[in-house]
């Protein structure tokens, strides 16, 4: 036998078993549930409960006169029914409520409620993807600037290197050329004895020739072939001199364009 849930109009109460449904005076427009059933349905669409409805009688029709006219009542008879009809639905007929709140009501509410939420939640969403934009761009100029300040960081090292670099090679070139230029006035300074050397070496041939007092002609020859290789060894001297001073010339060039104090001496 099954056991019944009935609606009355505020909740659903039960569940009954038919005795109990009995004393309950339910009407065929009595909304019921058991197990096994899809939805509500009113009590009179269910085969088992229909012994237990409670016949409602008519009311009472009132008394009509012979004076009172046939379309008279025939309007009253109408409007009874009408009214019997809608205190019937009235009366059996429960207003269903879903959380208390009747059904008219609560789904304008509920839909009210959704779209309130969906748009909080869909405003949270948007700020917070915005906030994720934002600090994500924060952290991208962030590195781009120490980026830039790193590349910057390098150009100036280049730069500072750079001038080490320039200035280091200024000294060396400046050590050279000091370099050079004594060697140049060392050589001017040799050449000079040396060629004062090569004078007096050829005067000293010119005087062996002309000089004949107590010699004979071997020691005439010998003294004038020692003052000949003199002569070769001073003017070897002063080519040897003379080439490394162009080639030192040469050299302090490079590194000076001019090179002052220092004069050829032929």
């Known amino acids: ?23 309950k005076k339910i009407t065929k427009m009595t909304p019921v549930w058991c197990q096994g059933m899809e939805d509500w349905k009113y009590a009179g669409e269910v085969a088992e409960l229909k012994s237990l409805l ?31 009809i809608e205190d019937v639905i009235e009366k059996e007929v429960p207003n269903p409520k879903i959380l ?20 909080v939640s869909f405003n949270l969403f948007e700020e917070n993807r915005k906030n994720l ?19 910057k960081e390098i150009e ?18 400046v050590e050279r050329s000091q370099k050079l230029s004594s060697r140049l006035l060392e050589i001017q300074k040799i050449l000079l004895d ?12 010119i005087e062996a020739n002309d000089f004949e007092f107590l010699r004979t002609t ?6 004038i072939s020692l003052i000949q290789r003199d002569i070769e060894h001073w003017i070897s001297e002063i080519e040897k001199l003379r080439k490394e001073k162009d ?13 002052n104090g220092v004069s050829d001496v032929d």
């Open 247 to 259: 080639q030192l010339y040469l050299e302090l060039e490079k590194t000076q364009p001019k090179v």
């Open 156 to 173: 100036e090292q280049k730069i500072r290197i750079a001038e080490q670099e320039r200035k280091e090679a200024e000294r060396l070139s």
């Open 218 to 223: 071997d020691e005439k020859n010998d003294d």
């Open 1 to 23: 036998m099954n056991t019944y849930y009935i609606h009355n109009g505020n909740e659903s109460i039960g569940p009954f078993g038919l005795d109990e449904l009995k004393s």
């Open 54 to 84: 409670t016949v409602t009688p008519p009311p009472l029709k009132p008394i009509i006169t012979a004076s009172q006219a046939p379309k008279e009542l025939e309007n009253n008879t109408e409007n009874s029914r009408v009214k019997k």
């Open 194 to 205: 040396d060629i004062r050397n090569l004078e007096q070496a050829k005067n000293k041939l």
């Open 100 to 119: 208390g709140i009747k059904r008219e009501i609560f789904f304008p509410i509920a839909i009210a409620l959704v779209l309130i939420i969906g748009t």
């Open 133 to 151: 934009l934002e600090e994500k761009n924060t952290v991208t100029e962030r590195n781009n600037q120490q980026f830039q300040l790193q590349e």
